[in-house]
């Protein structure tokens, strides 16, 4: 698919007013994307856990307006009107009219929660993205005749639009697994939108626990935008982009298998290769605390005297994600409790697991 195949044609119907809301996850890579062109285009492709109980609910109240000069919306978070949200969904909404030609013709009222505190250093921007992405999308259904807008069509468009707000966001729309980004072994895979892991996928990974260890609830100290910015011109980015497509072709296997001895080794490899991306650059960064450290070595050392097959994840900051299999619950569980909240900042964690992708709330 091209980014033309989502330009509307003329719409057929006329709404005056209506709400919208959805529900989206978060997810977390395995196979990490950083690095990326104009318009939101990965380096390399990138693949992710849908998540279950991190998740944004967002309602979308539109009222046609006269005048169609420019964008109109308020925001609000938690029932507060957030002003400094407005500027990154200005550009969101820049980066997507000529795909969503009615977003001038309306006043919208953007009202939205998270499951997550805000200050929980968890971005709330994969899940804030794709939820405002699906309430547009059912705003565009409701514009066009049934035909036009297919299932697969709304999916993948409020991927493809989500992508524009966040680049993670896009794969937050469906679950469990999701690629995005080309990658020759996966057909159907897109730079443009996510797309669901379409081979076999062992019994092992059904269910899996992901623990979010809040090490340091703070501001990102960089932002992704410059993060990804600093893919540009750095020493070692290529090799980076060739070893994302080698992990994600490997992979494969390892799902079908339920090869949990390899998944941790490049589960852990990709974490550690983000870091190292930031450490490398000009100008570096060092986004992990030690207390990260301290949990990453705690992790090897419990690892090593159980034969456990938990392991770690990180994104572009100082928090742990702990995850492991359904069947080892209990006892992962209970090393957390016991060996890991103490690094915690106070204590606090998120228990997670993989889950199934975006809901439409319906009202009343
Ligand atoms: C480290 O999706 O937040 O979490 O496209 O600039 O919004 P933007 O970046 P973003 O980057 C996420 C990077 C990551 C890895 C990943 O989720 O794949």
Redesign the pocket.
């Known amino acids: 698919m091209t980014e033309e195949q989502f330009i509307p044609k003329t719409y057929s119907e006329i709404i005056e007013s209506g709400s919208y809301t959805w529900s989206s996850p978060s997810n977390i890579?395995l196979v990490?994307?950083?690095g990326?062109r104009d318009n939101?285009i990965p380096e390399n492709p990138?693949i992710?856990f849908t998540l279950d109980a991190c998740k944004t609910t967002t309602t979308l109240s539109f009222s046609k307006k006269g005048n169609q000069d420019s964008f109109s919306f308020d925001v609000f978070l938690d029932g507060k009107q957030q002003d400094d949200f407005k500027p990154k969904i200005e550009t969101f909404f820049k980066r997507i009219e000529a795909y969503l030609p009615f977003l001038k013709n309306y006043h919208f009222k953007i009202e939205t929660a998270n499951t997550f505190p805000h200050s929980s250093g968890i971005?709330s921007?994969?899940s804030g993205m794709s939820a405002l992405a699906l309430c547009l999308m059912s705003i565009e259904k409701d514009l066009s005749t049934p035909l036009e807008v297919t299932k697969d069509y709304f999916i993948k468009k409020a991927s493809f639009l989500a992508r524009l707000g966040?680049?993670?966001?896009c794969r937050s729309l469906e679950g469990d697994l999701v690629v995005w980004g080309n990658h020759d072994e996966i057909d159907g895979s897109s730079d443009l939108f996510g797309f669901k892991y379409p081979f076999e996928v062992h019994d092992v990974f059904k269910n899996y626990h992901d623990t979010i260890l809040l090490v340091d609830k703070g501001e990102k100290q960089v932002s992704?935008?410059v993060g990804?910015g600093l893919m540009h011109g750095h020493p070692f980015a290529k090799e980076r982009f060739k070893q994302a497509h080698i992990n994600l072709s490997s992979l494969i296997n390892i799902f079908k298998i339920g090869d949990l001895k390899t998944f941790i080794d490049i589960v852990e490899s990709e974490a550690l290769t983000?870091h190292a991306m930031m450490m490398t650059s000009m100008p570096y960064f060092i986004l992990m605390k030690p207390n990260t450290l301290e949990i990453i070595n705690k992790i090897w050392t419990f690892r090593k005297e159980t034969g456990s097959h938990v392991c770690f994840t990180l994104?572009?900051g100082a928090n742990v994600h702990v995850l492991y299999p359904e069947n080892e619950a209990e006892q992962v569980y209970e090393f957390i409790k016991s060996e890991l909240v103490a690094y915690c900042q106070n204590g606090h964690y998120i228990c997670d697991r993989i889950g199934f992708g975006a809901k439409e709330i319906l009202g009343d």
């Open positions: 890579a990490k994307y950083w990326k939101q990138s992710s971005a921007s994969a966040s680049g993670s966001a992704s935008t990804h983000l994104d572009a």
